[in-house]
């Protein structure tokens, strides 16, 4: 968890006298409340609003256009990577911090993919994430240092094979990650605004390029390769 306010010491340099507006998204009200009480205690930074729901994320973003939204990776309603992908086609302003419990190579990568800014840990310092404030503010990209940038866009000779998972399409990704945190079919069309029937095409391919043949398959699969939240 990131540490508390009051623990902090680092001193994060803001570009001119200007204050910078923040959004924070997460479904968990102690975090929220954590993050907005770390930010505010920054000189610079104002928390302009704070949400559970990722519709809501995205219409305060639209209509609002914080400098800064942090988000975290699996908000309920509207899956994050979509709320990230329509920021980004609405060419909007907003940077875009992402904060997960999942380190895995796939997920920060679908992530940078999509368009965000910064990719935090959840288990990392506080100070990182004002680090990633003044990366993404100078037109930056922060990933957490515990991820080691460089083996992510770099794995050296790992093949499909020895991780199947790179054989998934962006979308068919997205629904693996929903189905393994118990999303059900109908729910993931909702978040991700697809047809039901779509989302079972992509589940269906999904095992097929994994060669699982249930979603309690895919479960043990995704526990075996941490990529559940540990909520």
């Known amino acids: 968890m990131l540490a508390p306010c009051w623990q902090l010491t680092i001193m994060v340099p803001i570009r ?135 083996k992510i866009f770099n794995p050296g000779q790992k093949s499909a094979q020895e991780d199947p998972l790179e054989l998934l399409s962006a979308r068919e990704y997205q629904v693996f990650s929903l189905l393994v945190e118990g999303v059900r079919a109908k729910e993931i069309a909702a978040r991700l605004e697809l047809s039901p029937k779509t989302v079972d095409t992509y589940r269906a391919s999904l095992m097929r390029k994994l060669d699982i043949h249930d979603v309690a398959g895919l479960v043990k699969f995704a526990i075996q390769r941490d990529l559940t939240s540990s909520r």
């Open 16 to 150: 001119e006298l200007k204050t910078y507006s923040i959004l924070i998204a997460d479904d968990l009200t102690l975090v929220r409340e954590g993050l907005a009480a770390l930010c505010e205690a920054q000189p610079g930074f104002r928390v302009m609003g704070q949400c559970s729901e990722g519709a809501v994320a995205l219409r305060l973003i639209t209509e609002e256009k914080p400098d800064i939204a942090v988000l975290d990776l699996n908000l309920p309603d509207l899956f994050t990577l979509e709320i990230v992908r329509r920021v980004k086609e609405a060419d909007l302003p907003t940077k875009l911090v992402v904060l997960s419990t999942r380190r895995d190579r796939k997920t920060v990568v679908e992530a940078l993919r999509c368009g965000v800014s910064a990719f935090l840990l959840k288990s990392g310092p506080s100070h990182q994430l004002l680090e990633a404030f003044a990366q993404v503010l100078d037109g930056g990209i922060y990933v957490s240092p515990q991820l080691e940038l460089s």
